[in-house]
């Protein structure tokens, strides 16, 4: 249902919505970045609620993740569920898992539920540890089961931090055990209560292990019926790259940040964004209160773009893919230094200091100011694999592609991604083949499949539109 189509990139449809129902919580996570805890003030009422899912009914979305907080303990969190469901999109909810009991998980199911993730950060001792309360790893897992048993295919989504890294294969025993299927994985970023935890965060140099780790558990885990999904501000253009952001069997890659194109937050008081993650200054468009929301939508997203896509600046400003990467995860890069346009935290550039001799670190030189989602400030610091301070000159020189807007092709020897035009692979040197990479990946069957579903899908948003437009309901499209 995320998977985006042509007509929705250029008519800019909401495809998918995260929604945070609430700021209450019944966790005390030390990596939250919106710092939940208690309700946001004045959040929006049941009524308000359903106005806005009509809307994004009409607007084209087809799936609303309900988050928190904790999105449960909303009283109305099942009539919420009911109108997202008879508006005829696709609902999901995100939790923690603490006390959702099988009783609860039924009446979701019931209600309308189509899909549920289960936040776990690691093994017991470190989930608990991460999520501030004990036996929360044990409820989590149970969470897992019970989803499962009503009939959901659940999902998890676990943090990957200097805590939980080293103990991802045990994580991944853990939940597939428990009944997971889908492990969706991103990294602790240092906004929010994260800001405060800076031995928490991982150092760039620590990303080529660690991603080399979730690259094998990727190939375990497709081999068992188990899917690993990354998140954002996972990647990007290393030797693993193909294998994060594939929706089917066929290789995928990064393209540049979503926010505010297909992609749309809203917080619990009705605040917009054009992104859950980030924050509502630059990246946000007014409130559901103050005016339609296709308005907000059509006014927000031409000026949330633009903050999305500065100019790259750095290592990546020189960057061999800067033209389809953009820098990767806006919100990771506005968050370490500042202003998005520069990611330290990137597999390519990791990995290519380390060729050169050296790595980077970053650390705090200023607290953050304790509100949702804000940020501290941090300065990056390049020095050699032993920890010797080295000056800005140490990097390495720029690289240009010979094509920078042309195709991207797959070495089938070494991961790695080129431009089309190159005399040879960038990664290892051999000729450039159109191929796939070692592996079970699927033929163009299943593509052509995936985008018949995409056409009849967007028929489908088109006669929904016609039918609210005439003054008819979803129910007859």
């Known amino acids: ?5 042509a007509l929705d990139q250029q008519a800019r449809h909401p495809v998918h919505v995260v929604w945070e129902l609430t700021l209450a919580c019944n966790l005390r996570c030390s990596h939250c970045g919106s710092r939940a805890g208690r309700p946001r003030q004045d959040e929006l009422s049941l009524a308000e609620i359903r106005s806005v899912v009509d809307e994004l009914a009409a607007m084209g979305t087809r799936e609303i993740s309900l988050i928190g907080g904790e999105a449960y303990l909303r009283r109305d969190w099942l009539d919420i569920i009911r109108a997202v469901s008879e508006a005829g999109i ?20 019931a209600a309308g539920l189509d899909a549920a993730g289960v936040s776990v950060d690691g093994t017991e001792a470190v989930h608990d540890r991460l999520r501030g309360v004990p036996g929360s790893f044990r409820q989590a897992l149970n969470a897992i089961s019970e989803f499962a048993r009503a009939g959901i295919k659940p999902g998890c989504n676990t943090q990957i931090n200097r805590l939980s890294a080293p103990v991802l294969e045990e994580t991944f025993e853990e939940i597939f055990a428990a009944g997971a299927r889908l492990w969706q994985i991103q990294l602790t970023v240092p906004a929010g209560n994260a800001a405060e935890q800076a031995d928490l965060i991982l150092q760039p140099w620590q990303i080529p292990e660690t991603y080399d780790t979730l690259a094998r558990l990727f190939e375990r885990g497709r081999r068992s019926g188990f899917r690993l999904f990354a998140g954002n501000n996972i990647g990007y253009y290393g030797p693993h790259e193909h ?3 594939t929706m089917t069997d066929e ?6 940040c979503g926010a505010a194109e ?18 509502k200054g630059e990246y946000g468009g007014g409130n559901v209160r103050d005016a339609p929301l296709a308005e907000i939508w059509a006014a927000m997203s031409g000026a949330v773009r633009a903050n999305v896509e500065r100019p790259a600046w750095g290592f990546c400003g020189g960057c061999y893919y800067r033209s389809v990467c953009k820098s990767g995860c806006t919100w990771t890069a506005g968050a370490i230094l500042g202003v998005p346009g520069n990611n330290p935290l990137c597999d390519h550039r990791a990995r290519t200091l380390r060729a050169a001799g050296m790595r980077e670190r970053f650390e705090q030189v200023a607290p953050a100011p304790g509100e949702p989602f804000d940020q501290a400030e941090w300065r990056l610091i390049a020095e050699t694999l032993d920890g010797v301070k080295l000056p800005e000159s140490a990097y390495p020189d720029p690289v240009s592609p010979r094509n920078p807007n042309g195709a991207m092709l797959l070495c089938r020897h070494c991961g790695y991604y080129s431009f089309e035009g190159e005399e040879g692979c960038v990664g290892c040197g051999a000729a450039l083949e159109a191929e796939a990479p070692p592996g079970d990946f699927a033929g163009p069957e299943e593509m052509t499949g995936l985008l018949e579903r995409l056409a009849m899908l967007d028929a489908r948003h088109a006669l929904r539109l016609a039918a609210i437009r005439a003054g008819g309901t979803v129910e007859a499209v």
Do not use: F, N
Not at 1 to 5: C, D, E, F
Not at 90 to 109: F, H
Not at 263 to 279: M, Q, T
């Open 90 to 109: 696709r609902c999901g909810l995100q939790t923690g898992g603490r006390a959702l009991s099988r009783a609860k998980i039924e009446a979701a199911v």
């Open 1 to 5: 249902m995320r998977v985006r189509s």
């Open 262 to 279: 297909t992609g749309l937050a809203i917080e619990a008081d009705g605040a917009v964004k054009g992104c859950p993650s980030l924050h």
């Open 243 to 245: 294998l994060w952001r």
């Open 251 to 256: 290789p995928a890659y990064w393209d540049g």
